[in-house]
């Protein structure tokens, strides 16, 4: 649960089209190197993980949380480095556009989801201890921990729960998962369906011009 006690113990960017193919390629073309967090190399910094309850929450706060740690000043090293991993991974995580990936354990998006919002956590907590952030961070707090009660999600786990992640690991999408689930073959299908109106498009406008 996000609660102080829990702490003691324990931008939105556009999807723009050619953007999100160009990753989607890119990432697709490595699909056979994914590994998870817990199988990968551990040289980097240790982001400690979040609950599935957690992260249904933090997701709401997720802009505000990366808006106050990029303009804060009094960083360190480690900060900086876990706050870059954030943003990393949310773009690999495609901005968490793709449906599901937050609330649906068994989306292949799941798991790099929990990895941009974990450290999207770590970073939240580190500047409750930072003078000029302190206040903003913990009203961002309070808020969760609000939520949470709320919405009684604090029991609530899945597969990744447990599992911690590290700077030097990038969790990218099951590729090979996405035929089995619905919402996001359906959400890629009509990408690709719109990318190839697209290059009809300009193939038409190219072939105009040359006509002229």
Known sequence: MLQRSHYRNCAKPGLATLGLAAL???????????????AGSHAGIPIPEISHGEMAVIAGYRNRIIDLASQ???TNEPFR??????????????????PGSVT???????????????????VLIA?????????????????ADAEMVRRGLSLITCRYSGEA??????????????????????????LVSIL????LAAKRLLRGQSSV
């Not at 649906?104 to 956590?121: G, I, T, W």
Request: proline residues 4%.
């Open 72 to 74: 804060a000043t009094d």
């Open 196 to 199: 190839f109106g697209v290059y």
């Open 24 to 38: 989607l390629f890119s990432a697709a073309g490595n699909a056979s190197a994914h590994s998870s967090s817990s």
């Open 127 to 143: 500047m409750r201890a930072m003078p000029q952030e302190a206040e903003a961070a913990s009203a961002i707090i309070a808020d």
């Open 104 to 122: 649906d354990e068994r989306s292949p998006f799941n798991e790099c989801a929990h990895a941009y919002l974990a450290a999207a956590k770590a």
């Open 165 to 190: 992640f590290n700077t030097a690991d990038i969790v990218r999408p099951r590729w090979s998962e996405i035929p089995m689930h619905a919402a996001s073959m359906a959400s890629l299908s009509a």
């Open 81 to 98: 480095r876990v706050l870059n991993y954030a943003q990393i991974q949310y773009s690999y995580c495609f901005w968490g556009r793709m």
